[in-house]
């Protein structure tokens, strides 16, 4: 059962913690600054909403996999959508988590590279990456973990001038984010000043918002958790699905990697709309799995022959 606490008090309780957020997250000097935030009991929830005013989710003709939740007087409306995981009312926990470490990214995780433009055609190998207002992305992006599976990449978008967050939402038009060099889904991490806005996209990645987050009909391997500052430092948001696929992340216990639900690697059945993996990259001709590979047995069944 999840412990219930008043808005006023999960206020106070993040004054409190978060000054030592600083001392956890604040990377040493010399090390690599892409660390991946703990998201504690916020982990399991495919869509986590803040309140009072817009802490909502709307679930419309979608499939949601992981647990959902909005801050009670929240709500969640669902039409025609197939969700596997709990609901919860009163996310309050998870919701104060989130915040923790949605402040912790924008004020502890310093901007090592600035992007521009759309990211299409573009391969970026981990590290901290910022845009100092809004971003609009589109195209293939691919993230290369050069081999190791604890790779982590940290999106900063509205980062400001002194990376500690202005302004900027993150909108994406037929905009993919491939996982290759064994890259997983769940060690990237976009921290958003404002809304998040998916379109037709396929997005890989835990998506921690300032607004609103809206997916329109795209696949998300990842979390969508809104929020963060909203409106006068009122914590405030919305998740809209429509047309979607969502796939939660959960916390492995080990590490900085965070396993999927999704169904990963080769050999081991068809994969469906959640392929997070690094078998087919969006071809299914390159892949086993979807060409009825038997469990544990990795072998090419056909394909490209390979």
Known sequence: MIRKISLTRLTTRLLFLVPFAAILYNPSPGLATAFAPDLGSASSFAALAGGPADGAVTCTNSTVTGDVGVVSPGTFTDTDCTITGTVDTDATEAYADFLLAYYALQYNTPCETLLSGTLANVTLTPGVYCFTAAATLTGVLKLNAQGDPNAVWIFKIGAGTDGNGATGALTTTSFTVDMIGGGQPCNVYWWVAQAATLNTSIFQGIILAGADITLNYSTLNGDALAGGAGTNEEPTGAVTFTGSTVTACQAT??????????????????????????????????????????????????????
Do not use: A, H, I, Y
Not at 256 to 284: I, L, M, T, W
């Open 253 to 306: 216990g080990g590490g900085n990697v965070r396993g999927s639900k999704c169904n990963q690697g080769v050999g081991n059945g068809p994969e469906d709309d959640c392929d997070p993996g690094n078998s087919n990259q969006g071809d299914p001709s390159r892949s086993n799995d979807e060409l009825g590979g038997t469990p544990g047995n990795p072998g090419r069944k056909g394909g490209n022959g390979k």
